[in-house]
Each structure stands twice: as C-alpha cells, then as structure tokens.
C-alpha cells in the first residue's frame, strides 16, 4: 500500500556531512507526521528528529545544532541533512511516515527499510 524508500547513507569520516533522503509512494491520500529513527548496534531504536506536516521539528538533544530535517509536501518526501558528524551517529536510520490511504480516514504509521549510516575515520 505504502512504500517509504531511505537513500543516501555511507561511510563518512567524523566531522563529515550526509544527506538523507526519504521517499513515500502509494496509495497515499495524506501524510501527518513524520521522523527519523536510528538504532545502533546493540542499542534500541531512538528518535532523531519528528517533524509535523507544517514543518515544525523536534530534534533529539543528542543530534540539536548539527541536524536538520525538512519536508517536501508535494514530493511526499523529507531530508535529514546531518553535519559535524560523530562516531557514535553511527546506526541505522529508519525514516517514519504517519500516512491517511486513500482507501480510508485513519492513520497509519509506515517504516522504511534503513539505511546504513557509518562514521568512522
């Protein structure tokens, strides 16, 4: 029904940027909130970032000041850019999706498959 596509992770040195790209496509009537997720190894998945559909953000302490996420309402996609990156943003990034079908009224929240973020010199 819904498909949420990561792209643009890597291995990048500290101190290196990324931009991170999600995509949602299907039968999409529209789409509420939205965010980004990452789980290291060994660790739970935690919040990065959430951002409404107007575009409001609420950023992870850990990641305020060198992360920075829009949204493209009419592209059904979002962007993480990520700056001054560290070893320990090394993780899996999911992005998040809270999506109305066409077929209905209700939300339903949709995940990505991950993309593989390394940080590492």
């Known amino acids: 029904q819904v498909q949420l596509v990561e792209s643009g992770g890597g291995l990048v040195q500290p101190g290196g940027s990324l931009r991170l790209s999600c995509a949602a496509s299907?039968?999409?009537?529209?789409?509420?909130?939205m965010g980004w997720y990452r789980q290291a190894p060994g660790k739970q998945r935690e919040s990065v970032v959430v951002?409404?559909?107007?575009?409001?953000?609420n950023y992870a302490d850990s990641v305020k000041g060198r992360f920075a996420c829009s949204r493209d309402n009419a592209k059904n996609t979002m962007y993480l850019q990520m700056n001054s990156l560290k070893p320990e943003d090394t993780a899996v990034y999911y992005c998040?999706?809270?999506?109305?079908?066409?077929?209905?009224?209700?939300?339903?929240?949709?995940w990505g498959q991950g993309t593989q973020v390394t940080v590492s010199s």
């Open positions: 998040q999706a809270d999506v109305r079908l066409k077929t209905g009224t209700s939300y339903f929240r949709f």
């Open positions: 299907g039968s999409i009537s529209s789409i509420n909130g």
């Open positions: 951002i409404t559909s107007d575009g409001n953000t």
